[in-house]
Every structure is written in C-alpha cells, then in structure tokens.
C-alpha cells in the first residue's frame, strides 16, 4: 500500500532553520498540505497546495517540492514550534493518506 | 463563528456498534467537503472518510471500507460516522474536519471525540 514516509523526529536549536521532509512515489502529481498539531489540540493547517501560506501563519513556514520528496521548513524555529507535524497528500488513485509524522524539537 | 463539535464517543465492546455525531455551526455542512479523521492514542493522525462537496462522492479508507458509513444530514447541518464491527485497532480519537475555500484542506477541525474498544 502507498506511504508518505517522514523521520520521526528532527531537533533543531532556537533560531535554526528545520526540515522535515515526506517522501511518496505520487508527489510529483498530488498537492502536500502540512499540519501542525501541538500536544493535547487539533491539528492546524500551515501549508498547503505544496507551498502555500494560510492566512495567519508565520512567515517562517514555507514548503517546497523537488521530484517525490516534500519538504516543510520553519526558518528561525521557535520554541514555541515544537510539535508534530504532518504531511498529507493522496495516492495515484486519489486516496487520501497521511505521513507517519514528525516530531520537532526546538532546544 | 465556525465550529466543528464531535459527540459520541464510548467504550464499545469488540464487534459492536457505535454512531458518532458531529455538529456544525456558523456555516453549512453541504458547502464544504468534510472528513473523519482519527488518532489512536500515541499515533499519528489516519483519514477516515469524506463527502465530497462538489459531487456528493464518499471515499473510505482501505482500514475501514465496509464497516464504517460517513453520511450527512442537512436539515440538522451535521455528519455522521457509523460504526459497524468495531476492533479494538479502532480505538481512537475521531476528528471531523472540513476544507476551507482556496484550496484549503482540512482546514477547520473539531476537538474529537474518544472511542475505545475493548472487552
């Protein structure tokens, strides 16, 4: 069955650039969206159709492409971006399917 | 305001049943595409189901097809996720959530409602 497969955990110092990446055979043709889901609350929506910002998100989140690998990058980390985070696409079918996640620590 | 509020949840023995509710509020269910999603506790996050808006179409998980059935009432502007056959892998937390407009995904989510399975 089609995965998206993301680290389980990448660790970052306050004021460095983080990259979680998602790799999937059907990245080239689906759209990523990334979510952000801090400890104990609802995921929220920080990219989405590959590199796009919601309103009301942080300039720091972008995300970009390259061949079957997506990448989320938070420039400037802050503390309080520690969580997890997910990736989201769909199959060549059109499935949808999440990404294992990522936790990110930011100390 | 917009708001999603899921209902529902209990403690279900393996091979029951059960119907969770999810109510909307400050927009019309029928406008958007809307999904279950769920989270087993310690574990990322798994797509459930959706409607989509724009051709009624409905969509299942391979974990799931065939014994959950996601449907929508109008008239009380809320969804549904009925639970057949449950396993005790189903144990989770069950987020409805809908799409946004300009291509928003998932954007607006409720703040679940638990299910465990267990004897």
């Known amino acids: 069955s089609y995965e998206l497969t993301q680290p389980p955990s990448v660790s970052v110092s306050p004021g460095q650039t983080a990259r979680i990446p998602c790799s999937g055979d059907a990245l080239p043709k689906k759209y990523v969206y990334w979510y952000q889901q801090k400890s104990g609350r609802a995921p929220v929506l920080v990219i989405y159709?590959?590199?796009k910002r919601p309103s009301g998100i942080p300039e720091r989140f972008s995300g970009s492409t390259s061949g079957t690998t997506a990448t989320l990058t938070i420039g400037g980390a802050q503390v309080e971006d520690k969580a997890d985070y997910y990736c989201?696409?769909?199959?060549?079918?059109?499935?949808?399917?999440f990404g294992g996640g990522t936790e990110l620590t930011v100390l | 305001e917009m708001q999603l509020e899921e209902s529902g949840g209990a403690v279900v023995q393996p091979g029951g049943s059960l119907r969770l509710s999810c109510i909307a509020s400050?927009?019309?269910?029928?406008?958007?595409?809307v999904h279950w999603v769920r989270q087993a506790p310690g574990k990322g996050l798994e797509w459930v189901s959706l409607i989509n808006s724009d051709d009624g179409k409905i969509y299942y998980a391979d974990s799931v097809k065939g014994r959950f059935t996601i449907s929508r009432d109008i008239s009380k502007n809320s969804l549904y996720l009925q639970m057949d056959g449950l396993r005790t892998e189903d144990t989770a937390l069950y987020y409805c959530?809908?799409?946004?407009?300009?291509?928003?995904?998932?954007?607006?989510w409720g703040q679940g409602t638990l299910v465990t399975v267990s004897s």
């Open positions: 989201y696409s769909a199959d060549s079918s059109g499935n949808p399917i």
């Open positions: 159709e590959d590199n």
């Open positions: 400050g927009f019309n269910l029928d406008d958007y595409t």
């Open positions: 959530a809908r799409d946004g407009d300009s291509g928003y995904v998932l954007a607006y």
